[in-house]
């Protein structure tokens, strides 16, 4: 049994761990680190946890075998100077402070994206996981960036209010956000660069996307659809993808219609071709606290320690 | 006081336009048409009108001023075929079946999208009313158009569940449609044509709208997305807008961010413009049953009765 | 013309007001009063109001005819102490300082059940508007009442978001409050005294009233059941409610099932009884900004002003 | 491994069975049992089992340890009347045809809540698994039934829409009942006798359960208030439940605040009790699907077979 500590896991992100690893067999929970909640019981901040795990949060942290950081921006590089972490633990920060440049002290955050860098991914002490629009617009573009076919790509992504956090805002009050749609950080999301380093790396040619984020009416998940132009053939395009996620445990690629509930509640993500012309539209969907952070998160975890990628994610979907 | 008839009033956009008549003051409904609920009172199938209307449905339509037709794609011509509507009638279709062709009979539907046809709707004798999703995103559109701006959007679209009438199917079964976001008619709706029409004839040139709808879990609204490229400057264009729309009382472009409650339950429609190098995004929000049916029905009675063109609309948003 | 202010137009009550006196023939709005937000327009805090409603919140009273005061618990009192009010100006009272004791001054507050008080409230100058669940609750007991039928009662009630106003707080937040049911105030909701206090003087002796309140997760509106026992047929209960309720504009007792959304965005409140051995329960549902809250206070100002009951009141419900 | 066989595994309670047993260690899926969907593949009905299980419905039936019957009413009796099951197969039927009357041929079937049965429960072969709204009410007050204080109980529950069943319904459809509450059943809940037929043994006297069934605007789960006399103090009450539950590893006895989502997508329940004078409430929360259905079964089964009682049931909550 590793050791595994939480840092901020009085969050939505790092709470969402404490359920996935509470049921973990390779790991075994030594502490959940909040300064803000010291002192308090995690199942009194989530009840939902009540059989699940009676651990108190912590100021003050262990040395593990295995770290999470589950930080607000920036924070990750504060903690990790202010506290003197082994070489030989595994550190994977769920936030966005090492994802586009992985240099930080004696460490080289890789990027925990498995669809791509599975192989880098053995053995290695840092991972930087992905953000969930990331990972969600990415998991849908990769095998054509793998044929150099991106160019401009329009792609439009609803994600569900546990994507804004816990904290108490206009947009994530009931009253408001109940029955509402609307649009922010058009053009301006923060993971567009995130996503685009990876995708031109592999398309081999710039390449334009023009985001535009939307805030939707559900507490979990995230379903984009990207529209660009191309001249293969919708059977062609299909079998790309299917070549490409031929060995992804979590990736799926459907004939069929997909709708965000197929994977809420899972690490999953569904991916749907559409073509019209020479119009290609790639729906994607995830659970955006799992595939789009805790989960992948876990799922880096056991690529790292060389044991079999979905240990402890067969996760029942919530399916209705 | 005029007389009005309103043909499927047991349907969705048939009832609605018997909750915004019934305060009409102009007007006094004389009978409403249903074949499948002939005999029945159209309080019992919607209670809501339990105080507003104690009408019974009729399989016996009479003469009357003005008809609304709101019956299922080629429902209409069958029942301007069945029935003999006299000439002076002002009929208004609310179905596609004369949108991209005019011509029926001796009659001539102008197509009654009061912002480009105002002009041309005083007086008319019949009027084809806007498909929902192709209000939102022609007003999003039209003063680009005007100037001949358009080549290649790309729009996505989310519509709530009473945009797909009141069969019951398993995409609009609550089990299902709660917190789910889904995609349908990718490139293939039938509103494309529609848009099309209007547009390319403002803009004097080919325009290629890539349209991908979303169903949302929500009763009533559409929000919608469109981007493009321009050089014009934001501060350009949002003057072009506020120009094209000065005198259109239910159209507001909005510098602020926009969300789809500040619409529901009126028939106004929101437009937000925001723009990043040469790209641009236009949102838009409408009630679809409202400014996408039986409001913009009501405008268009009021407009081609030579009434003032609010008469009966000033209804009180749902807000929350 | 009448004039009227709205003291606390900033909250959800407040700003409902204007919404529905903004459409009513017989007012004016002369000021919009807040302390917190004044300088603002009132439509940059609810963009709803974009086309109804242009006006700047003060925090400068004027001289009006009628006032409404829409302000938390208690700050009643501070601020007619604060500011002095003409005998003459017809004020009402949203919150509950006076609900139970009505008299302050010079005034006496008279209570706003229309259903109960309309004769009382002719002519008056001082309004003290029920509470919501109080609304919704009294409603469906009254006619037993009247018979001196009350004795135990039980009764369970679900309410809206809007309920809780809008503070940003861990039960309105959309993440939790989603799909979720949770009990509050069990046996201690502070509107048991004030509904009580009617009941008990219709009813001619003691009542007991266990009511357990439930947070819905939807915006708008309450559902009650109320359970207890008696030996009278369920037609004469039927009956008796008819003869009850004959002249009132707003109440609808129905044979056939009800549910909340009959009523929503409307002044409405509907009601169900049914039976089974001697245990008879009535079921009632409102609108809790508007017959609970700002539509009553409207449908009193009417009242006491000599009008028309429903002047202003006809809204299109949302149905939908 | 034991085989086992699922009948009806193409409804909501047949395919959240597959979602549970799909991961469990000890049973593999011998065959899934639908008439009307024979040769379909479950992935195709429900795609979120897309990873999990890629087995194809069948109409006929094979030999397996453990048969799950998740049919209609009145169904399992006829399917057990056409099938012969062989004597040493554990039978457990999810319907209500053996809960009030457990001999059925030359079986007898045991009524399944662990909470009062369990020691009656190993090594049985016939197991009658409870209704939904039966286990939420029945665990609310089976340690007061234990000591005789029921005599009139007051309950008020609230059930999401898989509780209504796949099937098309007008209370089913998202339009109507999204942001909607309305009652059902009220008095004349078939549960109620299912509740009593217990509750009266262990009460050792007349109960009397006025039950108010609400529908409620979420898919999953339960939440139920039951309002009693009694003289006994909260804290000796809340003692009296925690030893009879001390044992029991899904059922909590919570002295915070209890809400729905706490136990969605768990085969938890949760209980609170609040006081005030002379009257209790009770107030307790389940996931229809597991608790109240499926996750039951397996735990019964698991009871049965001398297995862990929560094996394969250590489900990750949905929680957000």
Redesign the interface.
């Known amino acids: 049994m590793k050791t595994v500590g939480i840092v901020g896991a009085n969050g939505?992100t790092g709470?969402?761990l404490v359920?996935?690893l509470a049921?973990h067999p390779n790991v075994t929970l030594s502490f959940l680190y909040s300064r803000s909640n010291s002192g308090t019981k995690i199942s009194?901040l989530?009840?939902?946890?009540?059989?699940?795990c009676e651990m108190v949060l912590t100021d003050t942290p262990e040395e593990v075998d295995i770290l999470f950081l589950c930080l607000p921006h920036k924070e990750s590089q504060n903690w990790l100077g202010q506290y003197s972490v082994k070489e030989e633990t595994l550190v994977i920060d769920l936030g966005n402070d090492f994802r586009l440049e992985g240099n930080f002290g004696n460490r080289n955050f890789i990027y925990g994206l498995p669809e791509i860098n599975k192989k880098n991914l053995l053995g290695v002490k840092s991972i930087a996981n992905p953000g969930c629009f990331a990972t969600a617009i990415q998991l849908a573009l990769l095998p054509l960036a793998g044929k150099g076919l991106l160019k401009e790509v329009?792609t439009?992504g609803?994600t569900g209010?546990?994507g804004a956090g816990?904290s108490?805002?206009?947009t994530?009050?009931?009253?408001?956000?109940?029955?509402?749609?609307?649009?922010?950080k058009?053009?301006?999301h923060q993971h567009v660069d995130e996503i685009l380093l990876q995708l031109v790396e592999l398309n081999n040619s710039e390449v334009n996307l023009?985001f535009?984020p939307?805030r939707?009416?559900?507490?979990?998940?995230i379903?984009t659809?990207s529209?660009l132009k191309t001249e293969l053939e919708l059977s062609d395009i299909d079998q790309l993808y299917r070549n490409f996620y031929e060995d992804e445990?979590?990736v799926?690629v459907?004939s069929?219609?997909?709708?965000?509930?197929?994977?809420?509640?899972?690490n999953?993500c569904?991916i749907?071709i559409?073509?019209?012309?020479n119009?290609v539209?790639i729906?994607s969907?995830i659970d955006n606290?799992l595939k789009g952070a805790s989960g992948q998160a876990v799922q880096n975890m056991n690529i790292a320690m060389g044991w079999e990628e979905n240990l402890g994610l067969?996760?029942?979907?919530?399916?209705?």
Chains 1, 2, 3, 4 share one sequence.
């Not at 994530?172 to 922010?184: G, K, L, P, Q, V």
């Not at 939707?216 to 998940?221: E, L, P, V």
């Not at 069929?256 to 899972?266: C, G, H, P, S, Y």
Request: glycine letters at 4%.
């Open positions: 939505y709470s969402e359920r996935v049921f009194d989530y009840p939902d946890l009540g059989t699940v329009y439009t609803i209010s546990t816990q108490l805002q206009a994530t009050h009931f009253t408001w956000r109940n029955d509402n749609i609307s649009a922010y058009t053009l301006a023009h535009v939307w939707g009416d559900f507490a979990r998940g379903f659809s529209t445990p979590f799926t459907s069929r219609a997909i709708d965000l509930k197929q994977v809420v509640n899972t999953r569904v749907q559409e073509k019209s012309g119009v539209v729906h969907a606290l067969y996760l029942k979907p919530i399916a209705f």
